[in-house]
């Protein structure tokens, strides 16, 4: 039986400086390349090409991946507060890199999730409703191959830890809460499916890829047992800005080149510690209250171990990346409940391949509030991350300000200083949600002028964004 191997995030003592405040900025800059000499023949360089600007006018990129020359970008609607979240999102694909995308919307009741790029070019597509799940795959210019409807006969009688009446629908491939609780990555040409069911359990499947738009399961794994989870809501206020009432919900799923696949879950609001140490007989994440969970799976989908990251304090995941033998979990955590709103940060960690012990938890205090919200290794070693700071959160409530500040940031692999580095923003609220290599460049996708929790409480005009993806050089060490 793998085992799980727990870490802590050290807690900032009273008496000295918050621990994040110990990572200083360096001099590394985001820039663009350079140009050359003149040549001998007297021949002048081809012009750079144009920098990559699309604008998405009141939706937030929240997903971008290149797809040779072309690039694909997950869109998503900004909404309101929801009982069951239901996102409204689309993909724009560009199969040439021009400044425009071919833009692809969800039937009628059924929500687009999740996409993922094959080396083939061709695309896969996650759809979802409040109960069932759909796959497609696509063209590299999004025209549709086909279609065929997910189903999992074993996902009724997982095991579930607690009591079935706490249960809605059994049958559900989705948690009553939301229809965002499922993650596609792709295994070469075929696909990694990871969810959250109606049991409340975490499962991934292989689906094989056919070659006509169909799939068939290569195997299936339970990657947690089912367990309570709780719900979270605010008083007041009409917007959520990090997707923070339901993160106990969702996972985050990354597939590396050896067909090695990582899920995470958080921990906060659930029973999950007890259910996992009492289902895998692994009792020592039972100690842990706040935090999360990284499972790892070899290509076959057997499971190679679990970690679990002790954050001490409230913490959320929102990113997860391999990066050669090692795996990267990031999102904030409350280091410290501080009256002036600033005791969340950004936190990085740093896991071995293989659920192996060891790793490490970096956290990063950047300016007031941060958040990492996705995270990629560069060529060279380092580590960019993408997200928001400069904002503040009530205290003793969940309501962020409007004021947010885009968070584009490197760090060395091994840990060490991290370097801010600039990022354009709007008036109002800012986030970087993704960024992905292209081109030998880096295609940085987000939103500005987007609302904060009550923004939008008097207004539902101001429930809106300045959606952009963009593209960047990384300067040299």
Not at 423 to 432: I, K, M
Request: aromatic share 6%; hydrophobic share 40%; charged share 15%.
């Amino acid at each position: 039986m793998p085992n799980t191997h727990p870490f802590h995030v050290s807690k900032p003592s009273a008496t000295l400086p918050r621990l994040a405040a110990l990572f200083s900025a360096a001099a590394l800059l985001l820039g663009a390349c350079g140009g050359g000499g003149g040549g001998s023949g007297g021949s002048e360089p081809p012009p750079p090409p144009a920098p990559l600007a699309v604008t998405t006018p009141g939706v937030a990129v929240v997903k971008a991946r290149a797809n040779g020359a072309g690039w694909v970008a997950l869109t998503e609607k900004l909404r309101g507060l929801e009982n069951t979240t239901t996102p409204d999102r689309r993909l724009l694909v560009s199969s040439d890199g021009r400044q425009g995308g071919t833009p692809i919307t969800a039937p009628a009741g059924w929500s687009l999730v999740d996409v993922a790029v094959h080396p083939s070019g061709q695309l896969s597509v996650v759809l979802s409703t409040n109960k069932a799940l759909k796959l497609q795959r696509r063209s590299a210019n999004g025209t549709l191959i086909g279609e065929s409807d997910f189903s999992d006969a074993q996902a009724a009688t997982d095991p579930y830890l607690g009591d079935p009446l706490q249960l809605r629908d059994s049958q559900s491939l989705q948690p009553h809460a939301t229809r965002d609780a499922v993650r596609i990555a792709p295994l070469g040409e075929d696909l990694v499916i990871a969810l959250r069911t109606g049991r409340h359990a975490v499962v991934a499947h292989r689906m094989v890829h056919s070659g006509s738009g169909q799939f068939t399961r290569a195997w299936r794994t339970l990657v947690e047992p089912g367990v309570f989870i709780g719900a979270v809501g605010l008083t007041s206020g009409s917007f959520d800005p990090f997707n923070s009432l339901d993160n106990q919900w969702k996972l985050s799923l990354d597939v590396d080149a050896q067909g090695r696949s990582a899920i995470a879950v958080n921990l906060g609001y659930t029973e999950l510690a007890e259910g996992h140490a009492q289902h895998f007989n692994e009792p020592l994440v039972r100690q842990v209250e706040h935090g999360a969970l990284a499972t790892q799976l070899n290509a076959q989908g057997q499971r190679l171990g679990a970690t679990v990251i002790n954050t001490l304090q409230r913490s959320e995941v929102h990113a997860l990346r391999w990066a050669g033998d090692q795996l990267l979990v990031a999102g904030r955590v409350r280091t410290e409940q501080r009256p002036d709103g600033f005791g969340w940060d950004a936190y990085l960690a740093r896991l071995p391949a293989g659920g192996a012990a060891g790793g490490s938890v970096q956290v990063l205090d950047f300016d007031r509030g941060d958040v990492i919200l996705d995270i990629a290794p560069t060529a060279d070693g380092r580590l960019l991350l993408a997200g928001a700071t400069g904002y503040w959160q009530n205290p003793t409530g969940g309501s962020i300000s409007e004021e947010s500040q885009p968070l584009l940031a490197l760090v060395p692999a091994a840990g060490g200083n991290a370097s801010r580095i600039t990022a354009a923003a709007g008036p109002r609220h800012n986030q970087l949600r993704s960024v992905a290599p292209w081109q030998g460049r880096w295609l940085v996708g987000g939103f500005e002028n987007g609302p904060g929790t009550h923004s939008a409480d008097a207004d539902a005009n101001r429930l809106s964004a300045d959606g952009h993806l963009r593209d960047r050089a990384l300067a040299p060490f």
